[in-house]
């Protein structure tokens, strides 16, 4: 009999979180959706600013080494701080999900942004020898884990505010915001690069950017804590219908939505970090731009993506996630080897518009992906698969991307290669969307 009324207890609760959770007030939900986006923005603005500096912390950290060898180490320390984000996914996922995304959201940019600034104070590799490098990684690695709870937090905590006709347009502000921190990163950049001479970039500069760490993240992180949870957390935690162990009932009862979360975060991951981090780097080493045409070219495209992006998000509550999200895969299989062939000696213009073609391509699937995550695992362990998912992917595609770049144009001699890696992600994608059903015309699932 108490097996029954738990279960009864279990089958009523969806409908009252459902209740719960349309009952909005929109000033908190303005709230909810300016503290996702600040806090997201300080976080890859800190992601950013190593990416674009990486010609240069190659040379402050990797000195004894040829220009090619400090490259490939430099994206390998960024490659190697990825590696921690599925495992900082359970944990901030486990955070989400039992205590609250609230409090996953405030301790992971409080770590993000200390982890950030202390680069900023780190000895070079003329002060300390080999322990620069070390401790360079050692900073990475507290960075990787702390992002493993932001992207995802932050999507499902908006998921869960947003209406459900309009949830795709509220999600489409995390990766807005993202593209918003590397933009910003971008501007940045290129006024260093207009401003400093080498020397001075290599000597001082270079810390720069992430001295800012300290004050965006105090900001970030005072928005946060005023916040209230989101209403179906709260419903759930009011009836006590929380997972005790969010991770073990995923892997127990929700394989293969995990499998698809995967398979198609492979995409983005790619996309994202070849397309919005590695394009500038790619630009001057291998197109021989200038650094500083290269960084004014990124910041156009971002200006442009950052637009695009909530376009995408309405059309996906329009159109659907699956149609969006299976599009973007067939286009990127289809244009991104024609896109990286019209790079070569193209003029500044026909460079800023193939990344922009880029950033639209990007857009169908960023501007989507969140949304569909948020929406294809129920509330108990929504925060859990989404983070572990998406960083898992990540970590295994996303932070490598950059290193595999690199390193597949050394080995082949091809300066195509990276755009086949990418056209593989997108077959991946593919068959993982085609697997899934529709997830954008009913409202979030809590069972």
Same mark, same amino acid.
């Given at each position: @009999?108490?097996?029954?009324?738990?279960?009864?207890?279990?089958?009523?609760?969806?409908?009252?979180?459902?209740?719960?959770?349309?009952?909005?007030?929109?000033?908190?939900?303005?709230?909810?959706?300016?503290?996702?986006?600040?806090?997201?923005?300080?976080?890859?603005?800190?992601?950013?600013?190593?990416?674009? $500096?990486?010609?240069?912390?190659?040379?402050?950290?990797?000195?004894?080494?040829?220009?090619?060898?400090?490259?490939?180490?430099?994206?390998?320390?960024?490659?190697?701080?990825?590696?921690?984000?599925? &495992?900082?996914?359970?944990?901030?996922?486990?955070?989400?999900?039992?205590?609250?995304?609230?409090?996953?959201?405030?301790?992971? &940019?409080?770590? @993000?942004?200390?982890?950030?600034?202390? &680069? /900023?104070?780190?000895?070079?590799?003329?002060?300390?020898?080999?322990?620069?490098?070390?401790?360079?990684?050692?900073?990475?690695?507290?960075?990787?884990?702390?992002?493993?709870?932001?992207? /995802?937090?932050?999507?499902?905590?908006?998921?869960?505010?947003?209406?459900?006709?309009?949830?795709?347009?509220?999600?489409? &502000?995390?990766?807005?915001? #993202?593209?918003?921190?590397?933009?910003?990163?971008?501007?940045?950049?290129?006024?260093?690069?207009?401003? $400093? #001479?080498?020397?001075?970039?290599?000597?001082?500069?270079?810390?720069?950017?992430?001295?800012?760490?300290?004050?965006?993240?105090?900001?970030?992180?005072?928005?946060?804590?005023?916040?209230?949870?989101?209403?179906? %957390?709260?419903?759930?935690?009011?009836?006590?219908?929380?997972?005790?162990?969010?991770?073990?009932?995923?892997?127990?009862?929700?394989?293969?939505?995990?499998?698809?979360?995967?398979?198609?975060?492979? $995409?983005?991951?790619?996309? %994202?970090?070849?397309?919005?981090?590695?394009?500038?780097?790619?630009?001057?080493?291998?197109?021989?731009?200038?650094?500083?045409?290269?960084?004014?070219?990124?910041?156009?495209?971002?200006? /442009?993506?950052?637009? $695009?992006?909530?376009?995408?998000?309405?059309?996906?509550?329009?159109?659907?996630?699956?149609?969006?999200?299976?599009?973007?895969?067939?286009?990127?299989?289809?244009?991104?080897?024609?896109? %990286?062939?019209?790079?070569?000696?193209?003029?500044?213009? @026909?460079?800023?518009?193939?990344?922009?073609?880029?950033?639209?391509?990007?857009? @169908?699937?960023?501007?989507?992906?969140?949304?569909?995550?948020?929406?294809?695992?129920?509330?108990?362990?929504?925060?859990?698969?989404?983070?572990?998912?998406?960083?898992?992917?990540?970590?295994?595609?996303?932070?490598?991307?950059?290193?595999?770049?690199?390193?597949?144009?050394?080995?082949?001699?091809?300066?195509?290669?990276?755009?086949?890696?990418?056209?593989?992600?997108?077959?991946?994608?593919?068959?993982?969307?085609?697997?899934?059903?529709?997830?954008?015309?009913?409202?979030?699932?809590?069972?």
């Amino acid at each position: @009999m108490n097996t029954e009324r738990a279960v009864s207890a279990q089958v009523a609760m969806p409908e009252v979180s459902h209740k719960e959770s349309t009952q909005i007030d929109p000033k908190l939900l303005k709230r909810a959706a300016c503290a996702s986006f600040i806090g997201n923005f300080v976080e890859w603005f800190d992601y950013a600013s190593y990416g674009y $500096l990486a010609t240069i912390i190659a040379v402050v950290f990797f000195p004894k080494t040829d220009g090619a060898t400090a490259l490939l180490a430099t994206y390998g320390v960024f490659a190697i701080s990825f590696i921690v984000r599925p &495992i900082g996914g359970i944990v901030w996922g486990h955070v989400g999900d039992r205590i609250g995304r609230r409090t996953s959201l405030s301790l992971s &940019i409080l770590i @993000m942004s200390c982890s950030t600034f202390l &680069i /900023a104070l780190l000895p070079t590799y003329a002060q300390v020898g080999v322990i620069a490098p070390v401790l360079l990684l050692l900073v990475r690695v507290v960075q990787g884990f702390s992002a493993s709870g932001e992207y /995802a937090g932050a999507a499902a905590f908006l998921a869960e505010y947003a209406p459900d006709k309009r949830r795709g347009i509220y999600t489409s &502000i995390v990766p807005a915001s #993202t593209a918003a921190g590397l933009l910003f990163g971008s501007i940045l950049l290129a006024l260093m690069h207009a401003a $400093l #001479t080498s020397e001075q970039l290599q000597s001082f500069g270079w810390r720069l950017p992430f001295l800012l760490a300290a004050p965006f993240g105090l900001i970030g992180r005072y928005i946060r804590v005023r916040l209230e949870d989101t209403p179906r %957390f709260k419903a759930m935690e009011q009836h006590h219908y929380a997972a005790q162990a969010p991770i073990a009932e995923l892997l127990s009862k929700h394989r293969g939505r995990m499998l698809i979360a995967f398979g198609v975060t492979c $995409l983005n991951a790619v996309a %994202f970090y070849l397309v919005l981090s590695y394009m500038p780097t790619y630009l001057s080493t291998e197109m021989g731009m200038s650094e500083t045409a290269s960084f004014i070219a990124a910041t156009i495209s971002l200006a /442009a993506y950052i637009g $695009l992006i909530f376009v995408m998000g309405a059309l996906s509550d329009r159109v659907g996630r699956k149609s969006m999200l299976i599009g973007a895969s067939i286009l990127f299989a289809v244009l991104t080897v024609p896109l %990286f062939k019209g790079l070569a000696g193209a003029s500044f213009a @026909m460079i800023v518009a193939i990344q922009v073609a880029f950033g639209a391509l990007l857009t @169908m699937n960023d501007g989507t992906l969140p949304c569909f995550l948020s929406e294809i695992f129920p509330t108990r362990v929504r925060y859990s698969g989404f983070a572990f998912c998406f960083n898992a992917a990540n970590a295994l595609f996303g932070g490598t991307a950059p290193l595999v770049a690199t390193w597949l144009i050394g080995v082949t001699g091809n300066t195509l290669a990276p755009a086949w890696y990418l056209v593989a992600a997108a077959g991946v994608a593919l068959i993982a969307m085609l697997a899934s059903r529709e997830t954008s015309h009913a409202p979030l699932a809590d069972e």
